[in-house]
């Protein structure tokens, strides 16, 4: 079992910066990929990114590439999203959540991002 908390969302200009962080609980925490993802109002939750077990591979959704960045800290059971130039088509609850044998099992309970224009 694996419990993840989402922190760090808020409001922010376009073209700003925002990172938000997921912390993990329970056990074997390295054992998991992690990934983002984001639901807008009135949209389905969509996929944001993805990290490897090890830290060692990523992948982007098409939206967010060159722009977001995933990383994690394994000593620290922490994953982040750093997010730069932001759109106003980013806003949404961003969602972390942990992957283990093919699918996503554990989800957060989101944090809020509002990107104004």
């Known amino acids: 079992q694996v419990q993840l908390v989402e922190s760090g969302g808020g409001l922010v200009q376009a073209g700003g910066s925002l990172s938000v962080s997921c912390a993990a609980s329970?056990?074997?925490?390295?054992?998991?990929?992690m990934g983002w993802f984001r639901q807008a109002p009135g949209k389905e939750r969509e996929f944001v990114a993805e990290i490897r077990r090890s830290g060692g591979g990523t992948s982007y959704a098409d939206s967010v590439k060159g722009r977001f960045t995933i990383t994690r800290d394994n000593a620290k059971n922490a994953v982040y999203l750093q997010m730069n130039s932001l759109k106003p088509e980013d806003t949404g609850v961003y969602y972390c959540a942990a992957r283990r044998d093919g699918g996503f099992i554990y989800w957060g309970q989101g944090t809020q991002v509002t990107v104004s224009s």
């Open positions: 329970g056990r074997a925490f390295s054992n998991y990929g």
